[in-house]
Structures are given as structure tokens and as C-alpha cells.
């Protein structure tokens, strides 16, 4: 099977400007998990999608965060604007909600540093 | 915020040693994950165990868990150099499947 699919790979921006991650997941994935991991911390969930609904989102930054999961398959994360603590991975992740024990699997990442 | 502290937050063994992580997370939970991390990757699954199992094994993996400490650990038998990332706990609560990460071990393996 496809892994999830994360674009760009990295991505450099000026502070207050915009930017926009896209995440595909594994197909038949019907929960989806936003991440963001500063520089040698673990993960901080930002927002959890099943299908197209949103579960949580309590961790959002939403003054400046916005995420959407269209059809329920393809996310995007954006972020406007920008600021310098904005610096880190965003890491999509996905899992089989039928499967109350189910691992997540997740994407690459994309690294922001933003200047 | 982070559901799980993770000790020691840095391991240095070598090769041939075993290496223990240990986990302390702070609410009640339906599972409890551990992922490994290589640098520039994401996160890789390696074994869950349930609110109601006490011990698992995988491979070189076996993991713990004590749900009256709120504590978790993984052992990594016989470890190799490639065993050389920062590994993850992460715990699973709430019916929506809220997948909390803890702070992480880094552990480098020496040849």
C-alpha cells in the first residue's frame, strides 16, 4: 500500500508571510492527524479530522492556523501569517478508524523555517 | 501539550547492550504506542500494547506497561548502530482516538 504523501518537502518564507502544507493518506484512512515537532520535542497534535469532520482542534493556533480535509481524503495545513516560532515539522498522519488499536502511519514532513 | 515524559531524554550504549526507555503519562488511556524516529523521517510505528495487557514482545522489543503507575517502558535487546534514532511514546485515549506524544529518548548506538 501507498504511504501518506506530504508536499513540499521543505519550505523557507519570510515572517507574515503565508504558506500552505497538502497531506494525502493512506487510502481507506478515515481519521486524519496534524502534527507540528519543534526541533527535538515530540509531536503536538494541531488539529484530528475523521473523514471531513473535525474531532480536535483544542491545540490549534487559530488566529493564524486554518486546516480543511475535503471529500474527506486530501488535507491541507496553512498558515497565515507566519511567525518565526512557526519553525518546525509538520507531520501528517493517518489511521484506520474501524481499528480501535490501530497504529498511525505517518508521512515525511515538511520542514518550515521561516526568516 | 505533551501527555507523556519520557527518561532518559538522551542513551548512549554499545553495541551488543540493551537499551530501556521508560514513559510516565498522566491520564487514563486505551493504548499505549511506542514509535521510532530517524533523523529527517517521520515517525514509524513499532509496537502497541493495550489498557488491559501488561507486557508485549516484538522481535528485540518488549514492552511494559503499568496502568496504576501511569508508567510505560521498551526495551531494545541486542541493539544494533541502526537502532540509532529518538524513540517515542505515545498514548491513545478518548473515543476519537486522541494520539497524545510523549517528550522522546534519544538513543545513539555505538559500533
Known amino acids: 500500500e501507498a504511504g501518506v504523501a506530504q508536499s513540499p518537502r521543505y519550505k523557507i518564507i519570510e515572517k507574515r508571510q503565508s504558506v500552505a502544507f497538502w497531506c494525502n493518506p493512506i487510502s481507506g484512512h478515515a481519521t486524519l492527524y496534524w502534527y507540528q515537532q519543534i526541533l527535538g520535542q515530540g509531536p503536538k497534535l494541531l488539529i484530528q479530522?475523521?473523514?471531513?469532520?473535525?474531532?480536535?482542534d483544542s491545540q490549534l493556533p487559530k488566529d493564524r492556523f486554518s486546516a480543511e480535509r475535503l471529500k474527506g481524503v486530501d488535507s491541507t495545513l496553512k498558515i497565515q501569517p507566519a511567525k518565526l516560532e512557526d519553525s518546525a515539522v509538520y507531520l501528517c498522519a493517518s489511521s484506520l478508524l474501524r481499528q480501535y488499536n490501530s497504529p498511525l502511519h505517518f508521512g515525511n514532513g515538511t520542514r518550515l523555517t521561516v526568516t | 501539550s505533551q501527555q507523556g515524559e519520557e527518561d532518559p531524554q538522551a542513551l548512549s550504549i554499545q553495541e551488543g547492550e540493551n537499551a530501556t526507555m521508560n514513559c510516565s503519562y498522566k491520564t487514563s488511556i486505551n493504548n499505549l504506542q511506542w514509535y521510532r524516529q530517524n533523523s529527517g523521517r517521520g515517525l514509524v510505528h513499532l509496537i502497541l500494547?493495550?489498557?488491559?495487557?501488561r507486557e508485549k514482545h516484538s522481535g528485540r522489543l518488549r514492552v511494559t506497561l503499568d496502568t496504576s503507575k501511569k508508567s510505560s517502558s521498551l526495551l531494545i535487546t541486542a541493539s544494533r548502530a541502526a537502532d540509532t534514532a529518538s524513540y517515542f511514546c505515545a498514548t491513545v485515549s478518548g473515543g476519537y482516538q486522541k494520539v497524545t506524544f510523549g517528550t522522546g529518548t534519544k538513543l545513539q548506538v555505538i559500533p
Open positions: 479530522f475523521q473523514n471531513n469532520g473535525v474531532v480536535d
Open positions: 500494547i493495550r489498557s488491559n495487557e
